[in-house]
């Protein structure tokens, strides 16, 4: 899952919308840090990342890598 909100949000309930295995990566740059429940995260095998840069190259790899998970 992509999440590109550069504003203050609930980022638990995007987390626990992630499958098994499921990938969450912030590109959005929120002014104040997101609190993140460990168990969104380790009971699932979940994982959460981020990158304050990318531009079409890299959006479209992790496109195509997405859509390779299915």
Same mark, same amino acid.
């Given at each position: 899952m992509l999440d590109a909100v550069s504003a203050e949000h609930d980022i638990n309930a995007y987390l626990n919308l992630l499958r098994v295995d499921g990938s $969450? !990566? $912030?590109?959005? !740059?929120p002014e104040h840090p997101l609190p993140v429940a460990a168990f969104s995260l380790i009971p699932y095998r979940r994982s959460f990342a981020g990158s304050m840069i990318g531009g079409i190259a890299e959006t479209q790899e992790m496109l195509d890598q997405y859509s390779t998970d299915q």
């Open positions: $969450l !990566a $912030l590109v959005g !740059a």
